[in-house]
């Protein structure tokens, strides 16, 4: 893809975890799952909850391997490790989420069952055939979804299952979130309906695309503007780190609007409502031909 830029990609993420942790989002770097058995669970209970809801799908038995492309500071993998026994092969581009996340599977005690790459996801420094089972969990917009399918395919063993947690672009996207999507946070939304073919041609069959946003996008805004007030002041640093405020600067730019710190918090809140008016949230399984 010609706008791919993962040295872009890498320095969104090292800035993000360069600026420290907020106990509103600890360690996680994807969304939240709600639904009736966890309807107050924080941001950081919900999204260990959407991956639960990810290890559930995956079909792997303890001492096979795993692929966890775009592994963010290794959460989920070790999460991943611990629930079913395999071993995981995670990657970032990001080096200060690889330095984290090897530091978080020491404290886990659990580095003999989790092997971290700092390096592109779509160059994987693997065999063909290497992995019994693999999943983009929130990574693959990132990538380009073609060129992303296409590498996984080569190095997961025939029969493998992929999953993949995406945020596709809802029928009604505007140009314009289109344009911020690429240029802020260097990322290539498509709609569901294209997965089909996508699959097909990387030599996947799709097995179902289960659609979550209610559990997902529609609770987002309310969940993160409770967080917002039980944690103000902490939240308050976090979207006055250096990173978040260049985003929000431009966000308010774009929108013609000035830029007043004190109001950063609102910008933000206001920015993932704009995300979640363009976007839903898939979960993909689709299974290596054999
Ligand atoms: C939104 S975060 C999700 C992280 C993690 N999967 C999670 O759920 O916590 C996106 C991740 O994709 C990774 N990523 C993006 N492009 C990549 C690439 N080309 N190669 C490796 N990792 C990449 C980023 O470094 C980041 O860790």
């Given at each position: 893809?010609?706008?791919?830029?993962?040295e872009?990609?890498?320095?969104?993420?090292?800035?993000?975890?360069?600026?420290?942790?907020?106990?509103?989002?600890?360690?996680?770097?994807?969304?939240?799952?709600?639904?009736?058995?966890?309807?107050?669970?924080?941001?950081?209970?919900?999204?260990?909850?959407?991956?639960?809801?990810?290890?559930?799908?995956?079909?792997i038995?303890?001492?096979?391997?795993?692929?966890?492309?775009?592994?963010?500071?290794g959460?989920?993998?070790?999460?991943?490790?611990?629930?079913?026994?395999?071993?995981?092969?995670?990657?970032?581009?990001?080096?200060?989420?690889?330095?984290?996340?090897?530091?978080?599977?020491?404290?886990?005690?659990?580095?003999?069952?989790?092997?971290?790459?700092?390096?592109?996801?779509?160059?994987?420094?693997?065999?063909?055939?290497?992995?019994?089972?693999?999943?983009?969990?929130?990574?693959?917009?990132?990538?380009?979804?073609?060129?992303?399918?296409?590498?996984?395919?080569?190095?997961?063993?025939?029969?493998?299952?992929?999953?993949?947690?995406?945020?596709?672009?809802?029928?009604?996207?505007?140009?314009?979130?289109?344009?911020?999507?690429?240029?802020?946070?260097?990322?290539?939304?498509?709609?569901?309906?294209?997965?089909?073919?996508l699959?097909?041609?990387a030599?996947?069959?799709?097995?179902?695309?289960?659609?979550?946003?209610?559990?997902?996008?529609?609770?987002?805004?309310?969940?993160?503007?409770?967080?917002?007030?039980?944690?103000?002041?902490?939240?308050?640093?976090?979207?006055?780190?250096?990173q978040?405020?260049?985003?929000?600067?431009?966000?308010?730019?774009?929108?013609g609007?000035?830029?007043?710190?004190?109001?950063?918090?609102?910008?933000?809140?206001?920015?993932?409502?704009?995300?979640?008016?363009?976007?839903?949230?898939?979960?993909?399984?689709?299974?290596?031909?054999?």
């Open positions: 893809m010609s706008n791919y830029k993962p872009k990609v890498a320095r969104m993420y090292d800035s993000l975890e360069d600026q420290g942790e907020t106990a509103i989002l600890l360690d996680q770097y994807h969304l939240g799952y709600w639904d009736e058995t966890n309807p107050n669970a924080s941001p950081t209970e919900a999204a260990d909850r959407l991956t639960e809801i990810m290890i559930g799908k995956v079909t038995q303890a001492g096979e391997r795993f692929c966890d492309l775009g592994c963010g500071v959460a989920p993998a070790i999460q991943l490790a611990q629930a079913t026994g395999c071993f995981v092969d995670g990657i970032t581009i990001s080096q200060s989420q690889y330095e984290k996340a090897q530091q978080l599977a020491a404290e886990a005690g659990l580095s003999e069952q989790t092997y971290f790459i700092l390096g592109d996801a779509l160059q994987m420094p693997s065999e063909d055939a290497t992995y019994h089972g693999g999943w983009f969990f929130e990574s693959i917009f990132h990538m380009g979804h073609r060129k992303a399918l296409q590498e996984a395919s080569r190095i997961l063993k025939p029969g493998a299952t992929l999953l993949i947690a995406d945020l596709p672009a809802r029928p009604t996207m505007s140009e314009e979130f289109k344009a911020l999507c690429e240029e802020q946070s260097h990322s290539f939304v498509i709609p569901k309906e294209d997965y089909p073919e699959l097909d041609t030599g996947f069959d799709l097995i179902e695309i289960e659609d979550v946003t209610d559990y997902v996008i529609t609770p987002l805004v309310a969940k993160m503007k409770i967080a917002c007030q039980q944690y103000e002041s902490e939240f308050l640093k976090y979207v006055q780190s250096p978040m405020k260049d985003w929000l600067q431009s966000y308010q730019n774009r929108r609007m000035e830029y007043v710190e004190s109001e950063a918090i609102n910008y933000w809140i206001q920015m993932l409502q704009d995300m979640c008016n363009n976007l839903e949230y898939a979960l993909v399984t689709a299974q290596k031909r054999a």
